[in-house]
């Protein structure tokens, strides 16, 4: 099979430095530098408003950066943005597939605006179809179809023009758990041949499901960066344990939990308590009598990196 | 059938079918599409407008068949007989040859309302389908201009219906020939305001609530005091400036020309001309800029 694209496994196909877009007096992004190598599956995790989509639109070229740099196959977007896009295969935030035209047609109307003949399009568009799963509904208008397979038809979409680079935001906001399953199967899948994803999403899951990499990010800044499991090494414990004691007693419990754990972190609802040892943290605080109402021993997560480095939940 | 390859799907989870689906080699080189794109990026959303088109062609053509026949019973012939018997011709020839070219002008012209406003907000707001060829290399510039030429496609086939009916009317004393050039100038008049509506629905944020108001204070307007059912002289010399800064007047009084031969100094056509035209360009312009910056920010 010839190669994907002509830079090789590795090499870094988005290279931005110092990337920054301000709206008034607001740094949607602010300094922000990254690189994401050939083949690579990249994740931009954080809450909504962070800045992701943002530094998304920036790689296509779509929105203006205030300043900064940006390559992408060692174009400048700002500068050759049809170039840029030509590469990159995109599924925006939200669906904005023609309801009126069929499943097919969205595709080959699609393709058309890549310059692709109709004689491609016709073998293409089936072949997408057969990838999305949806086979029985091509000839369907798209306002029949359930929202994952809206998603599924629009990622089908992005990939007619046969990208290095598809950039996914918020892939599977929306979805219940049955269909957001699908949907990263088939995302899975493009990534065994090749294809690099960047994926922007603040669903913890899906990072750690999605992601070989990726950087945390706050307030257009970037807090933290590495594998889902480095940072979880780095900025987490290996444990931790959900303990509940009512609205009521949660402060007061507090002192007396401080040195069960590493670290401990108040929630409105519930403490976790940070420990190495979630089993026998847990027995500690049961043998001094604290009594919670619910407890959960669970491993750290993207969630408690995200809390540790910014002191708030990811979805409010 | 024996040949299972043809009933059974093609599996696209196998390892060849998926690179096949990621590289198959039949694409050509991102430069190339996007050069392609640089150069057709207006003419593939033409298509796309057409194909959308398809699903309402049916209803519009109802459209676009009755509302002629519509005007030019009631006011051609109802009104007309009323006018010939009163005051004899108006411009030297019947009310309904008078009349007619000016009721295809303005109900091209009027169509506008609906093309170049709420498909508009769609576009940006409502459907975000703009955003779907936003994506690609094709530039919003280019959307502007294809959304534009499209809905102008549209309005070919609305003049051209208009001047069928006209000569089914006999209302085109200078010949069926000649009398075709109706239908460029009824484009072309379409063009001068529509691409304007569209640069201006294209800064709109909100509901569009606006649109009924052009409707009824700038589009109707234009229907009855620019010329259309009486030549504009009839009109108090303070109300003149209502015609001269209306495309519809200046579509009209060209309109006449080609289908009676309506008497006017050169100079006078020349203007005509230019001003349709300058409007167009400026629309144009304008909404380019437009798209290119709400696209972009």
Redesign the interface.
Known sequence: ????TAAGPGEPIVVAEDLTKVYGDNRAVDGISFSISQGESFGLLGPNGAGKSTTMRMI?G???RTSGTMRV?GLDPAE????V????G?V?Q?D??????TVR?NLI??G?????PHS?LRT?A???I??AQL?EKAKAKTTALSGGMKRRLTIA???V??PKLLLLDEPTTGLDPQARHVLWDRLF??K????TLVVTTHFMDEAEQLCDRLIVIDHGRIMAEGSPRSLIREHSTREVVEVRFGAQRNAAVVDQLEDVATRLEVLPDRILVYTDDGEGALEEITARGLNPITSLVRRSSLEDVFLRLTGRTLVD | MTDSSLTD?????S?Q????????????A?????????R??WW??V??WL??AK?WFQSILIYMVGEPLLYLIALGVGLGTLVDNGVGTVDGVPYLVFVAPALLISTVVMSTGGELTYPVMAGFKW???Y?????????PAQIATGHFLGVMIRFTVQAAIFWAIMVAFDAVPRGVLVSALVIPIGVLSAAAFGALLQAYASTLQDEGYQFAFVQRFVIMPMFLFAGTFFPLTAMPVYLHWIGWISPVWHGTQLARQVTYGAVEPMWLTVVHVIFLVALTVAGVLLARRSYTRR???
Do not use: C, I
Not at chain 2, 9 to 13: E, Q, W
Not at chain 2, 30 to 38: I, N, Q, S
Not at chain 2, 131 to 139: D, L
């Open positions: 099979m010839p190669p994907v296509g779509t929105l203006t196959a050759r943005g049809p170039e896009r030509a590469h990159l995109v925006p939200q904005n597939l023609d309801e009126e035209l047609d109307v699609y058309r605006y890549f310059g692709l491609y293409k089936d072949e997408l057969e990838f086979t979409r992005a990939l023009n046969e899948r493009l065994e041949v090749g294809v | 799907p093609v599996v696209a989870d390892v079918d998926l690179q096949r689906l990621a590289a198959s080699g039949r694409v050509p991102p430069e190339v599409m996007a050069a392609r794109a640089r057709w990026g593939y959303y298509e796309y194909r959308t699903a459907d975000r389908l955003y779907g060829p936003h994506a690609t290399p094709v530039t696209m972009g920010s």
